[in-house]
């Protein structure tokens, strides 16, 4: 890592647009027909407007948050809940439409059971179906991808049938979904394992009567350690240009790779240290606040009731991925 | 095209009495409205005046020119160094002077929906929040978008009489009309301080009697749909499952090249092409020894008016004046002004009868009964419900013949 932030200079004398591209798509757009965010937000709550409010309820009162720090407990539901944050991207945020998505999602949450789970964990997934025999439909892999926030929030399943790859994606609000069950429970090294569909079919083989492994109480959410070797090019895309950890690239002449790392879009190494994309890509605490209320009271209301939210509340959840320790047959 | 001067156009609007309009006969049942056209607009000039409105239809932006009796909107202001008690006062006296009922005279008299005679219902001005997705109670996946209506109000209305009279003045020949039925309402939303407004802007709304509005529209609107200057609107009044039109600006890109415009393939990145990557070729000339009108070049793109025609409405929400219309690509940005009214497509005209047709001419709220937080659609899913599941049918086997088809002959 040290190597890549000496070439940092390097790299953006390379590619001086790569930071101006990104403000000029942001300055392009022409907001000539809008109202302001900040306008908007005060004109719902300002007393001059008086038909602001609908004629079913009195008055629109807001709740008031909490201001004491947050709880290891109440950090971790970034990471238990992902599909409650909002989309990070200003310009296609709006207060009150992700109110009304959280209240959608918490009554379907009320319906079945969605269990915590990351990308990497082992799943099985059962749909009606109106053509499949018996009405329903029952399907195992591993979690790819997770897409998308609020209700459009959807993740991936993979498997190898018949030496055939399958993937099927999911809307996790799909009323026609009738149980979640995790059957692993596990981290990868990355967040997107689309790079399996380029790696040899044992990686994602996964028999359909696979039995439900249990995590006891206390325990860390495990990280699965596997580093997956890639097969030949052809891909699917350029894995590596980007910055993976769970891979095992097949051999490159050394000139050749680093001629394509240099003149790649998409490795950029030095995003890392780019404090505010970060901050731009995340959602603050303060702006997290009114989420963890609703989850708390939701919570409180269903912990009776469902085993499963009750045995992962116990569970503890590793936020940074460990570094690899160094092998022994190196020395 | 008749061209005045500024003086002389006003001279004439402003010697139209009301005595004409009464004479044409036209204005059989509504002498409310008579009376209080005699009593305040056409003797204040405020009713000449013309505005930012909401755009209602397509013209070129860039040759846009000011009509002689432009009113300007910002300005005005106040003394920043004023005390903070001194402030709150002020802040005070406006919450109090808009306090009031807006509505200064008697209630006007409500029409009634006639199935024989044209029926056109004001319209809506709201905010675009954002697309989300909902699911049918087949299993179907619908994208919706949320458009909030925030805080609109009826504003002005001008009858046709006075409308004809108007548009003999400013239009050309061909346009002149000497007769026609519909009226013109103006819609605002989002009530803001006075302070920023000038006083000509503020002349607008002191008959509705309601707070200046950041955003102004218009609609065409039969004799029988006229509702009162100073009324609130809500979201109800749409019904759940009828057919709407929206209109509003597309986002807009600025000036781009002839790639992003038209999505043409440009040039070659090497191989020897000098100066010639995103470009295009021959814009081409005829005999006319000029380029073909219409050549797709480069220039502005996007912020045009766009106008979406039949789009269901899904689901109502009360609480926050929220409708879920179908479909994700309603044109725009979020928070960007969208102006919505009835589908004129036969297929909504049609549903309407004497007995089933929406609130006519809008939703009054009732104080004694409140109405549902949501409206659903019949066909659409609510998220209380428990999961979809589907009926299991036995399939009836072919039974099979016992003997050979042996065809009879008639005796």
Known sequence: MFQLYEKIPYLLARQPNALKQTIQTIAARNYTNTVPNRILEKARRSKLGAAAKGPSVGSDERPKLEQAEYSQAERDYKYIYPDFLPNPVYYFRDKIREKLERIDMINRRKQITIPEFYVGSIMAVTVSDPYAPGKSNRFVGICIRRDEYGLKHSFTLRNVIDGLGVEIMYDLYNPTIRSIEVLKLEKRLDDNLSYLQDSPPEYSTIPFDFEPVKLLPGMKVPVNMTKVPLKNKPWRHAWDRKALRGVILPEIKRYQHEEYMNSSSDFKPYEKWDLMKNYRETIHDDDHREIVQDIKKFESEITDKQEIVTAAKKLVRTRHIPKETPSNEKK | ?411
């Open chain 2, 1 to 411: 095209m008749l061209k005045l001067n500024i003086q002389s156009a006003r001279a004439i609007l402003s010697s139209l009495t009301h005595a004409n309009v009464v004479k044409t006969g036209l204005v059989n049942d509504t002498n409310l409205v008579t009376s209080y056209y005699l009593t305040n607009k056409l003797d204040t000039q405020s009713h000449n005046f013309s505005i930012n409105y909401q755009q209602v239809a397509y013209y070129r932006r860039n040759n846009f020119t000011r009509p002689f009796n432009w009113v300007k909107r910002r300005g005005g202001g106040y003394d920043e160094n004023i005390n903070t008690d001194n402030k709150e006062f002020l802040n005070q006296v406006l919450l109090d002077k808009y306090s009031e009922s807006p509505l200064k005279e008697a209630p006007w008299k409500k029409g009634e929906y006639n199935a024989n005679s044209i029926n056109k219902r004001l319209g809506l001005l709201g905010i675009k929040l954002g697309s989300i997705p909902q699911w049918t109670k087949d299993g179907k996946k619908i994208h919706t978008t949320l458009i909030q209506v925030l805080d609109n109000h009826v504003i002005d209305y001008i009858p046709p009489e006075v409308l004809i009279e108007r548009n003999n003045i400013y239009n050309s020949n061909a346009k002149r009309t000497k007769n026609g039925n519909l009226g013109m309402a103006i819609v605002g939303a989002i009530s803001s301080d006075p302070r920023n407004y000038t006083p000509q802007y503020l002349d607008i709304f002191k008959n509705a009697g309601v707070p200046p509005k950041r955003k102004l529209t218009k609609f065409m609107v039969s004799q029988n749909a006229v509702v009162q200057p100073g009324t609130p609107l809500y979201a109800a009044h749409f019904r759940v499952g009828d057919y709407i039109d929206v209109g509003s600006h597309t986002i807009g890109f600025g000036f781009q090249g002839v790639m992003k415009r038209w999505g043409f393939k440009g040039g070659p990145r090497s191989h020897g092409s000098t100066k010639f990557h995103r470009k295009r070729g021959t814009i081409g000339s005829g005999r006319d020894r000029r380029p073909i009108k219409g050549m797709k070049m480069a220039g502005r793109m996007g912020s045009k008016w766009r106008q979406l025609m039949g789009l269901k409405i899904w689901r109502i929400n009360n609480k926050y004046n929220i409708l879920y219309i179908h479909g994700p690509v309603i044109p725009g940005p979020t928070h960007s002004y969208v102006r919505i009214t009835d589908s004129c497509l036969p297929k909504n005209r049609e549903r309407f009868t004497a007995e089933s047709h929406p609130p006519f001419p809008t939703y009054y709220p009732d104080q004694n009964q409140a109405i549902a937080e949501e409206f659903f659609d019949e066909e659409l899913h609510k998220y209380t419900d428990p999961t979809i599941t589907f009926e299991t049918f036995e399939v009836k086997k072919i039974t099979k013949r016992d003997g050979a088809k042996i065809a009879r002959i008639k005796s």
